[in-house]
């Protein structure tokens, strides 16, 4: 009968509450999946702020949860009008890990354990080479039963590198012929871009 009843604890647990992480399951919706509990309705008392107004592919991004103290999160990166996470993200900071949400181990950030996360919790994102406007998408929880999910950033729209590109694509035929230009064309650019 003890063991029954151990069984059975253990299985509620399972399905009732996820304190090492959020589930592969919350990746599209973002709802933690907690048995029994709905997400606030009143406004998030979360903001979620970045390190930057526009990104370039492959620079990190800095990214903060700016409010009251938490215990389980989900942070995602997304591009406008889709649910796909978009980009990786690098070493997790303490108390959190990776979570493979749309085929990417690195897709995005949840909690590893209950530990108290706060303001000074930073979380870095790396995006990908294909430019396009993001936002960063999180579900904050205080506590089990007391959690806000679609907590967004503003949209950080990619830095306008038209110029850059057209001049790159330019110096691809050029270096064939005259590598000395190619090198010339760089140099400019990187001065331009400081």
Partial sequence: ????????????????????????????????????????????????LTNMKRYLPGMPVTVTIIGPQYRGVLLEARREHFNDAYGSWKIPPPDTKFLQCSGNPQGAITHANTNLKSNTTVYTWIPHDIMHPVYFMATVAQQRTVYWINVRSNILPSEDLG??????????????????LLFLIYYLLIQILG
């Fill in 1 to 48: 009968m003890l063991l029954l009843c151990l069984l059975t604890l253990q299985f509620l647990c399972i399905v009732d509450c996820y304190p090492n992480g959020a589930p592969t399951g919350a990746c599209k919706d973002m709802m933690p999946q907690h048995a029994g509990v709905v997400p606030q309705t009143s406004p998030a008392p979360y903001t979620i």
């Fill in 163 to 180: 110029g850059l590109k057209m001049a790159t694509n330019a110096s691809a035929g050029i270096a064939e012929e005259n590598p000395l």
